[in-house]
T-cell receptor
Framework: GEDVEQSLFLSVREGDSSVINCTYT??????LYWYKQEPGAGLQLLTY?????DMKQDQRLTVLLNKKDKHLSLRIADTQTGDSAIYFC??????????FGAGTQVVVTP | SQTIHQWPATLVQPVGSPLSLECTVE??????LYWYRQAAGRGLQLLFY??????ISSEVPQNLSASRPQDRQFILSSKKLLLSDSGFYLC????????????FGPGTRLTVT
């Protein structure tokens, strides 16, 4: 089967940058997504990147895409305590349904 | 703007009891609808998806079923709950003509005792 892979845990100090990495499987994916899940809540779409882009920046968020290596990363600048959450990357399968990684739990320490 | 609702927010049910979780979407027409389960291990498992009224696709064999009686209503059911049905159930929708992104509801925490 296809697996989207992520590291499971990241600890970062408040004010530092966080980098969350993801490896996806299908080089023909048109869009790739990052979601955020706060405790006890649903997933919130953070950002997405079109496959013909290398980078997308949105305020404190920067998404980098390396299609050759099928590697996607999310950088959060000036990480705040409110950024503590689980972050999921996702890619569409051949039917258009999203395949999610297992999620990276980000813990921000003061 | 579009909104998605799920209820109840939390539920504690004994083994063998029936289940009905409801999801409704407002502000859009003919959405694709999805049910996911998120176990304690964090990953999301797609249970069912629907591209229209009465059209349900099941991703995994299980003790659950889904129905879509109206365009923006998606129901997850079980006749007899098992302990392994405990988890966090998430409903999501996407636009047929969108870029594939899904929008999630707030979830239902189900504990089977």
């Amino acid at each position: 089967g296809e697996d989207v892979e992520q590291s499971l845990f990241l600890s970062v100090r408040e004010g530092d940058s966080s980098v969350i990495n993801c490896t996806y499987t299908d080089s023909s994916s048109t869009y790739l997504y990052w979601y955020k899940q706060e405790p006890g809540a649903g997933l919130q779409l953070l950002t997405y990147i079109f496959s013909n882009m290398d980078m997308k920046q949105d305020q404190r968020l920067t998404v980098l895409l390396n299609k050759k290596d099928k590697h996607l990363s999310l950088r959060i600048a000036d990480t705040q305590t409110g950024d503590s959450a689980i972050y999921f990357c996702a890619e569409p399968d051949s039917w258009g349904k999203l395949q999610f990684g297992a999620g990276t739990q980000v813990v921000v320490t003061p | 703007s579009q909104t998605i609702h799920q209820w109840p927010a939390t539920l504690v049910q004994p083994v063998g009891s029936p289940l009905s979780l409801e999801c409704t979407v407002e502000g859009t027409s003919n959405p694709n609808l999805y049910w996911y389960r998120q176990a304690a291990g964090r990953g999301l498992q797609l249970l069912f998806y629907s591209v229209g009224i009465g059209q349900i696709s099941s991703e995994v064999p299980q003790n659950l079923s889904a129905s879509r009686p109206q365009d923006r209503q998606f129901i997850l059911s079980s006749k007899k709950l098992l302990l392994s049905d405990s988890g966090f159930y998430l409903c999501a929708w996407s636009e047929v003509s969108g870029v594939g992104e899904q929008y999630f509801g707030p979830g239902t925490r189900l504990t089977v005792t």
